[in-house]
């Protein structure tokens, strides 16, 4: 870059220039717009699937699932500035509206069951409260917890050690949005030693990834019809015999994310959600 250039450009667009001639970060971005294009997919996918009875109140999750996939771009659109202070404030973001949904479909799962425990009717009032826009002081924590000792996902959740790596995870989210140190901060990449981005960028995605497979996972030990493939509606709405299982096979492009991703669980994680479910991947 010229002085000049330097000189008369700011600190953004010098990191945007930067990322852009750099083929390692180009590389990383790819990858997290895949992420962002799988969650358009399930959002489509789940159209229709996601309502939701809560006391007297029914809604579509469509408005946490969109939430999801924008911030997802918004993550992406910090990245290609080098904020990646601000891409883990949002990641976090990311996460909490991502596991708020799951929340809400263990309370629809419980509700099914006429589970009327204390922690179920705690539920249900703090999702009115969220409807009507008066929810305050529900962390994270609380919401992980809550789906943590789900009957669907308990066993789950202590086979593949979730806990401690949320735990973890939470602690850099933090770190990020509360600035907690220098190294918490966006900077200038001339400032950076060389392939620094590169290493900042490649864990982030990481940590996309895993929180994203993450859902993936539980969401389908929830509701195995959140990834069913459309084969089974699709023939009963053209009047025909829908092919023998195919109420169990797994939507394609979700088979294909859980082989791109399963390992940052557990390569046996296909294979627990068919013991638990009868899902079929292909």
């Given at each position: 870059m010229e002085f000049n250039d330097y000189s008369e450009s700011t600190i953004r667009q010098q990191n945007q220039k930067m990322i852009a001639q750099d083929e390692g970060c180009q590389k990383t971005l790819s990858e997290m717009r895949v992420v962002e294009e799988f969650l358009?997919?399930?959002?489509?996918?789940?159209?229709?699937?996601?309502?939701?009875l809560c006391g007297r109140h029914t809604f579509s999750l469509q408005i946490l699932s969109t939430s999801a996939e924008l911030t997802a771009g918004s993550i992406i659109s910090c990245c290609e500035s080098g904020c990646i202070a601000d891409a883990y404030s949002l990641l976090r973001k990311y996460r909490d509206d991502l596991f708020f949904y799951l929340y809400v479909m263990v309370y629809s799962t419980c509700d099914t069951l006429n589970c009327k425990s204390p922690a179920a009717v705690q539920m249900e009032h703090n999702i009115e409260q969220w409807l009507s826009n008066g929810l305050n002081d529900l962390y994270i924590?609380?919401?992980l917890q809550a789906i943590g000792q789900s009957p669907q996902v308990k066993d789950a959740v202590q086979k593949y050690k979730l806990r401690s790596y949320f735990k973890t995870l939470g602690a850099k989210l933090n770190n990020y949005v509360h600035g907690n140190g220098i190294a918490f901060y966006n900077q200038n990449i001339y400032a950076l030693q060389e392939k620094t981005m590169q290493?900042?960028?490649?864990?982030?995605?990481?940590?996309?990834?895993?929180?994203?497979?993450?859902?993936?996972?539980?969401?389908?030990?929830?509701?195995p019809?959140?990834?069913?493939?459309?084969?089974?509606?699709d023939?009963?709405?053209?009047?025909m015999t829908p092919p023998d299982r195919s109420e169990y096979w797994v939507a394609p492009f979700v088979t294909e994310f859980f082989k791109r991703n399963a390992d940052l669980i557990d390569e046996s994680c296909m294979k627990y959600i068919h013991d638990s479910t009868l899902m079929e991947f292909d």
């Amino acid at each position: 870059m010229e002085f000049n250039d330097y000189s008369e450009s700011t600190i953004r667009q010098q990191n945007q220039k930067m990322i852009a001639q750099d083929e390692g970060c180009q590389k990383t971005l790819s990858e997290m717009r895949v992420v962002e294009e799988f969650l358009d997919d399930l959002g489509f996918l789940s159209y229709g699937r996601d309502y939701i009875l809560c006391g007297r109140h029914t809604f579509s999750l469509q408005i946490l699932s969109t939430s999801a996939e924008l911030t997802a771009g918004s993550i992406i659109s910090c990245c290609e500035s080098g904020c990646i202070a601000d891409a883990y404030s949002l990641l976090r973001k990311y996460r909490d509206d991502l596991f708020f949904y799951l929340y809400v479909m263990v309370y629809s799962t419980c509700d099914t069951l006429n589970c009327k425990s204390p922690a179920a009717v705690q539920m249900e009032h703090n999702i009115e409260q969220w409807l009507s826009n008066g929810l305050n002081d529900l962390y994270i924590g609380t919401v992980l917890q809550a789906i943590g000792q789900s009957p669907q996902v308990k066993d789950a959740v202590q086979k593949y050690k979730l806990r401690s790596y949320f735990k973890t995870l939470g602690a850099k989210l933090n770190n990020y949005v509360h600035g907690n140190g220098i190294a918490f901060y966006n900077q200038n990449i001339y400032a950076l030693q060389e392939k620094t981005m590169q290493a900042q960028l490649g864990e982030l995605l990481k940590d996309i990834r895993f929180i994203t497979i993450t859902f993936l996972f539980l969401l389908a030990l929830c509701s195995p019809l959140s990834i069913m493939s459309t084969d089974y509606v699709d023939h009963l709405d053209c009047n025909m015999t829908p092919p023998d299982r195919s109420e169990y096979w797994v939507a394609p492009f979700v088979t294909e994310f859980f082989k791109r991703n399963a390992d940052l669980i557990d390569e046996s994680c296909m294979k627990y959600i068919h013991d638990s479910t009868l899902m079929e991947f292909d």
